[in-house]
């Protein structure tokens, strides 16, 4: 019913024990109750703070934030993942991840590389310079802008073989590459280093290989090469008249890179004391060979 006292609409409702009336709210303006006592309530839009956590980890009774640890089994300040949230740092816990072994304490990120066959550094690269490492199993070991190399002196080797040799050190290590003059003065510097008796036309294998789409002809041209790890030759140190193609059979096909029945000059060797790059067959015998790691980005 209408009710003049109280300017809204009043709903009577009767049930068993009596009745009662009540007045809802306004649908306009500031309103009240029938008391004269607001009921409405306060809201906005302004937005709470973001919760960093997933996993509904509450935070810390001091003001830092909590931390995110790591299993830390041999104890060696590096962990591994997964994390875990904590106020505290737990036991058996280290704030910083990538340990390549958590059950070796003498490998770790940053830690010096020895000649022990092992990534002691945890850089995915085996038995790399460092200070206390600057030779290691007949190789010298150095490094060059950030990259490292080893310079190595065997009895015999082919081609593929130094290659392997290379990429046993790690998946970003190849046969070297050279890209400028200053690279390459360097490079012949250090092969000469490892020969107390001078070989002036030894084989000493870098990453030269003819490509693919000429690998089984016999002409010969600058144009037909790049190096192992797939980069082209921007930078050249041919000898004179080289490359040449020479001893090459046009009437067979080689069924792989060390196919001495049907010879191919598709290697490329250094002449690091004559000076220059010559054509060899892969299958030949060297003396020596240098690898290259891709330097940190």
């Not at 910083?96 to 490998?107: K, L, Q, V």
């Not at 040799?165 to 790690?170: L, P, R, S, T």
């Not at 280093?193 to 789409?213: H, K, M, S």
């Not at 144009?223 to 009437?251: E, I, K």
């Amino acid at each position: 019913m209408w009710s003049p006292h109280h300017g809204a609409l009043a709903l009577l409702f009767c049930v068993a024990g009596g009745c009662f009336v009540d007045y809802p709210p306004e649908l306009s303006g500031s309103g009240g109750s029938a008391g004269g006592e607001s009921t409405a309530v306060a809201t906005t839009t302004t937005d709470a703070a973001p919760d960093d956590s997933d996993d509904g980890f509450e935070g810390c009774p001091s003001t830092d934030p909590p931390g995110l640890w790591y299993l830390d089994g041999d104890g060696d300040d590096w962990g591994v993942e997964p994390g875990q949230v904590a106020c505290d740092e737990p036991p058996g816990t280290a704030p910083a991840r990538g340990d390549c072994d958590d059950a070796d304490p003498e490998r770790f990120p940053g830690a010096l590389e020895v000649c022990d066959g092992e990534d002691d550094d945890c850089d995915e690269i085996i038995d790399e310079f460092s200070p206390a490492n600057d030779s290691c199993l007949g190789c010298s070991l150095s490094e060059r802008d950030g990259a490292p190399h080893w310079f190595c002196k065997v009895e015999a080797i082919d081609w593929v073989a130094a290659r392997a040799a290379c990429v046993a050190h790690g998946w970003t290590v190849e046969l070297l590459s050279i890209h400028d003059e200053a690279s390459y003065t360097w490079a012949r510097k250090q092969a000469e280093a490892l020969f107390d008796v001078v070989d002036p036309v030894a084989t000493f294998w870098i990453g030269l290989r003819r490509a693919d789409p000429h690998w089984t002809g016999c002409e010969a041209g600058v144009d037909q090469w790049q190096w192992s790890d797939g980069t082209p030759v921007d930078f050249a140190a041919w000898t004179m008249g080289q490359p040449d193609a020479a001893n090459c059979d046009p009437m067979c096909s080689p069924q792989d890179a060390l196919d001495d029945s049907c010879p191919r000059e598709n290697c490329g060797h250094m002449l690091y004391m004559e000076g220059g790059w010559n054509d060899r067959a892969c299958y030949a015998k060297g003396v020596g060979y240098a690898c290259r790691a891709a330097a940190p980005p």
